[in-house]
């Protein structure tokens, strides 16, 4: 097992790239088995979730050809099989995301249940309600089993706005009969950049962005060559970086208007930068105390489907906050689990509070100092991560396949920073 050796008390200070959106090359991948073409895929993120799609992928059937970093040509001119392999399907969650392409290409879809991050109970209620709503049957015994003779569109309300059930939903009906209405869908960056590369393949969405899609089924779907957007979660994860270890940083290729609730919520904690084209800077000597809401209040900073503050960068302000000078209360409303990572804070020096699963008061700002850590998500693994790197002495931290998960070629990226971080095998 793979672990990091870190010294922290470093400033972070150079230029780096964001990589592509994990969290929409995910789909995109999926949404390539809709058509026999060739799909190319660029700006492609190097890392374990994408690798295990790839694998995914070709076990139905699928050809995946490298053609240089971070650009992959995709082809699925026959799928050999609609069951997802068991092995792929435990190691990552998104192997959901084939039962909605493989029911609207072949009419079956065998799904073991997913693995992923375990940060607390992730429904898959809302899939089974947006598949069924569309025509298919649903067996469930030791794995789902989806079938259907023809999809046809649905007026659909879905009962919480999952992204990866929107994203289902939307690959599974752009070739249903009719139209589709999707009500109370996700808007995420991610799920609007997998509807612009439908509707580069030939599919009639409207809505892109807002929480009620309108989609219109067509007949089939041509290949496409479609960009990946930028990482907005690893965006905000280095500007908690920059912040904390007191350095100067510049963010290449960063959309402005992803971060625009991330930028509220950081600007609670005094953390502000600049957004100049797609650079974001962020400054040496930040104020890092705690604005006040009206009247002296202790603020708040709580999570929600978007385009409220992303639930993937609780973990990373948690970190920020026991730096910051001033009390503040973090709200993870979305997931039970997602704060227990806290209390290896509170061993390196953290003053927090745990109220409860989804609430902590944190006051700062905290010396914090080495320690020996495990990373549990990708997420929490980063938040380690970055409080290792603003702590004082030496830090390990292990399992960190997690974050590699979610992050490309971190290690590297961070030492031309000038962190002081080693990859140990």
């Given amino acids: 097992m793979s672990e990091y050796l870190i010294r922290g008390g470093v400033p972070i200070n150079g230029t780096i790239k964001v990589s592509g959106n994990k969290n929409a090359a995910l789909p995109c991948i999926a949404a390539a088995l809709l058509t026999d073409e060739p799909v190319t895929l660029r700006n492609i993120p190097e ?70 991050d375990v940060i607390g109970r992730r429904r898959l209620d809302t899939h089974l309600l947006v598949l069924t709503e569309l025509g298919s049957k649903v067996k469930m015994r030791d794995t789902f ?24 939903a939307i690959m599974a ?16 960056p991610h799920v609007q950049d997998l509807c612009r590369m439908l509707v580069q393949m030939g599919a009639q969405i409207e809505g892109i962005g807002s929480n009620i899609l309108t989609i219109t089924g067509v007949k089939k779907l041509s290949g496409c ?30 959309r402005k208007e992803d971060m625009r609730p991330a930028k509220i919520a950081f600007g609670k904690l005094g953390i502000v930068w600049a957004h100049e084209g797609n650079v974001i800077h962020v400054p040496k000597n930040l104020p890092m105390e705690v604005n006040h809401d009206l009247g002296g209040m202790i603020p708040k900073i709580d999570d929600a489907p978007w385009p409220g503050f992303p639930p993937d960068l609780i973990s990373i302000v948690i970190v920020i906050a026991t730096q910051i000078k001033g009390t503040v209360l973090i709200h993870e409303k979305m997931y039970e689990s997602r704060m227990f990572f806290v209390d290896k804070l509170i061993g390196m020096g953290a003053r927090i ?25 990708v997420r929490a693994g980063m938040a380690m991560l970055i409080a290792a790197l603003c702590a004082e002495g030496d830090s390990v931290i292990r399992n960190v396949y997690q974050i590699e998960r979610g992050y490309e070629k971190l290690t590297d990226r961070l030492a031309s920073l000038g962190a002081r971080i080693v990859r140990k095998e």
Avoid at 173 to 188: D, F, H, Q, R, Y
Avoid at 357 to 375: C, M, N, Q, T
Wanted: proline share 5%; with cysteine.
């Fill in 353 to 377: 509070v745990l109220c409860d699963p989804h609430r902590a008061v944190i006051s700062g700002p905290a010396k914090l100092h080495g320690s020996e850590l495990i990373s549990p998500d």
């Fill in 47 to 116: 890392i374990e979730d994408v690798r295990v799609m790839f694998e995914v992928f070709t076990a139905l059937g699928g050809e995946v050809e490298f053609l240089m970093s971070n650009v992959y040509r995709l082809k699925m001119k026959d799928i050999k099989s609609s069951e997802i392999p068991n092995e792929q399907a435990k190691r990552i969650r998104a192997s959901i995301l084939f039962a909605g392409p493989l029911l609207a290409r072949t009419g079956k879809a065998v799904l073991p249940p997913p693995g992923g």
């Fill in 225 to 254: 060559e479609f960009e990946i957007g930028p990482d907005f979660m690893e965006v905000g994860s280095f500007i908690g970086l920059a912040a904390v270890t007191g350095g100067d940083l510049h963010i290449e290729g960063a």
């Fill in 173 to 188: 009906s752009v070739l249903a009969k009719g139209k589709t209405i999707l009500t109370n869908a996700a808007g995420e």
């Fill in 145 to 168: 089993t989806f079938s259907s003779k023809s999809l046809k569109g649905a007026d659909i309300f879905l009962d919480e706005a999952s992204v990866t059930a929107t994203e289902n």
